[in-house]
């Protein structure tokens, strides 16, 4: 099994609800058009947390749902929607099926997730989306803002995902802080390779900041010691000393 196998069952999971070919089309293309994003970090974790594979099937297919419904809306806002000959009519009918698919897969019994886990997750997720108001709003950026909308866009979202993964596992109390280790690292790593907006055009003292704040997550995360993290890191510490000096 592999973030390859869980992809392959989410196609199998779209394509048993018999929807209209258009609609079953344009799911297909937020879905290719996200993947395979977090689905093989979704197997290690959910391996090392010792989740059995149908569990695990059940939880990732479930949140690759959810992943793809918010790329499918951060695409929209980029003007990244290139897989869509009408995205403002299409994007959200397809990201509206995608967020309600993913809550119904994560709500079978097979995926064995508690009501609980389930509200502090979505709870997670409408935090995580809060912040993204500011940034379609920002006109400059700085370190405070710039943090605010890592924590929430990327930090929180990841806090959600692991909470829901790891539910009912031994790695369950560590959900919540790393998956906002994660988030931030990612998200500073990101936009330094990148070179996107967000970073370039703050002063130098506000990007020295970031980068910090960027390491610091990538230390937090080390320190976790956990091998389904081994990955993310060998593409995140790479990117934050070359700015750093």
Excluded: K
Excluded at 41 to 57: I, K
Excluded at 159 to 166: H, I, K, N, Q
Excluded at 193 to 218: E, K, N
Aim: net charge negative; charged share 25%.
């Amino acid at each position: 099994m592999s973030g390859g196998a869980l992809y392959q069952e989410a196609l199998r999971v779209l394509r048993r609800l018999e929807l209209p070919e258009e609609s079953e089309h344009d799911a297909l293309a937020a879905l290719e058009a996200a993947q395979p994003g977090p689905l093989p970090l979704f197997y290690e974790a959910g391996a090392e947390a010792g989740l059995e594979r149908p569990v695990l099937t059940a939880r990732g297919v479930g949140l690759f749902f959810s992943f793809c419904a918010g790329n499918l809306a951060d695409d929209l806002i980029d003007g990244d929607c290139t897989y869509y000959d009408a995205p403002v009519r299409v994007a959200p009918c397809t990201q509206f099926l995608l967020q309600n698919l993913a809550w119904a897969t994560l709500a079978e019994p097979r995926a064995l997730v508690s009501l609980n886990a389930l509200e502090e997750s979505a709870r997670l997720l409408a935090q995580a989306a809060g912040p993204q108001a500011l940034e379609v709003r920002a006109r400059e950026w700085n370190a405070p803002l710039f943090r605010r909308v890592a924590e929430g866009i990327a930090g929180r979202q990841w806090a959600a995902y692991l909470r829901v993964l790891w539910a009912g596992t031994r790695l369950e109390e560590r959900a919540v802080s790393v998956g906002m280790s994660l988030g931030m690292a990612a998200h500073v790593a990101e936009d330094i390779r990148s070179r996107d907006t967000r970073f370039t055009s703050m002063p130098a003292a506000d990007r020295l900041t970031v980068v910090a704040w960027g390491r610091q997550a990538a230390e937090a995360l080390r320190a976790e010691d956990l091998r389904c993290l081994d990955a993310a890191l060998r593409r995140i510490e790479p990117i934050l000393p070359e700015v750093e000096s």
